[in-house]
């Protein structure tokens, strides 16, 4: 069975809803879309439609912290605490970019995945629409104590990249979405995508949408922050996402120094899985990003061995695992290992 029917099969079969591109050197080998972009008016996803990316974005993220530091304007192991003016009474004062970067800070979370499983109880106390920017998560975890000391663990940390988002904003005087839209989107190429607001989505973006019992549905409109920034909530197409890989394993975002600096392994997360900067390694032959929210799941890759990129994104909470596996599994016969 060739690829592209593969992945028809497996996503008619599940009801998959979402965009899948897959190149490998110079080819294009899939590039398909399914399902609704807007269920209520029966608007089909198409291959130029935005999908947001959730937790996807540290990604960009990371590679604006690497640009700064390549202007000297601050070092992987400056403090954090000389970067920011804000309070942060119980915080460790040797916290560094460095640690922000791999998740190994040791501070607190405002969603702490190790003890929380619900994103939307997070607004039940302050409502998602006021979420519009780095300075309103501080409250949800500044004065909490540390979990560790820094540099002693891995522990998957949104809060770290919201301060990475702060470093940006104060050091390049821009927010971080508009630093990111001009640095990285416009400088390699990806025109489609942006930091869009939930109640001002451009034409083309399509709408999260969470499943419920009994074939009911909802949008996700008030089950995430109203606009995305440092930690996640970017939208992107699928071509764009793979447009991303080809700018920056070719170095048009960074030096070929902090390229390899951010696709090396920093900290070992479990056996055969490591993080770099911004992503999730598989030596040698992996580098991955991922992102879930409440109506979002989204997956994207690059094998360097065979130049191979694939983004899967999807408008729906689940969806996107399945199928990265499934595309694994056709290029290396097992499923490799998965975040």
């Given amino acids: 069975m060739n690829l592209n029917t593969m992945i028809h099969n497996h996503a008619e079969h599940n009801r998959f809803s979402g965009s899948v591109v897959i190149k490998e050197k110079e080819s294009v080998l899939v590039n398909s879309s399914y399902g609704l972009a807007d ?9 130029d439609t935005r999908f947001g990316i959730a937790s996807g974005c540290k990604l960009f993220t990371a590679v604006a912290i690497c640009q700064l530091v390549e202007k000297q304007w601050i070092s992987f192991h400056t403090s954090m605490k000389e970067c920011l003016p804000y309070s942060f009474p119980h915080f460790d004062d040797s916290i560094t970019i460095h640690h922000l970067l791999t998740h190994t800070s040791g501070i607190p979370d405002y969603f702490d995945e190790e003890v929380m499983d619900d994103f939307e109880e997070l607004w039940k106390q302050t409502p998602m629409y006021l979420m519009t920017r780095g300075e309103d998560f501080l409250p949800f975890f500044q004065n909490e104590h540390m979990k560790f000391l820094p540099g002693e663990r891995f522990h998957y940390n949104n809060a770290g990249y919201i301060l990475l988002g702060l ?6 005087g821009l927010t971080v979405q508009e630093y990111i839209e001009r640095h990285i989107f416009r400088t390699g190429m990806m025109n489609a995508s942006g930091y869009f607001r939930l109640d001002r ?19 996700n409109f008030y ?19 793979v447009q991303f890989w080809e700018a920056f394993k070719s170095n048009k975002l960074l030096s070929e120094e902090n390229t390899r600096r951010m696709t090396s ?5 479990r056996e055969g899985v490591y993080y770099g900067y911004g992503m999730w390694l598989n030596p040698p032959n992996k580098h991955h990003v991922m992102g879930y929210d409440p109506g979002v799941s989204f997956h994207a890759a690059h094998y360097p061995e065979r130049d191979i990129k694939v983004a899967v994104l999807s408008n729906k909470s689940s969806g996107a ?4 596996k499934l595309i694994e599994n056709y290029f290396t016969g097992s499923g490799g290992e998965q975040q």
């Fill in 39 to 47: 269920r209520s008016n029966r608007r089909p996803n198409l291959i």
């Fill in 167 to 172: 470093i940006i904003e104060k050091l390049s």
């Fill in 201 to 219: 989505l451009p034409e083309n973006t399509a709408y999260g949408y969470i499943d419920e019992p009994d074939h009911a549905w909802r949008t």
């Fill in 223 to 241: 089950s995430i922050p109203i606009q995305g920034g440092a930690d996640g909530g970017a939208y992107v197409t699928g071509p764009d996402m």
């Fill in 265 to 269: 392994p920093h900290v070992k997360v």
């Fill in 321 to 324: 695992f399945d199928l990265i």
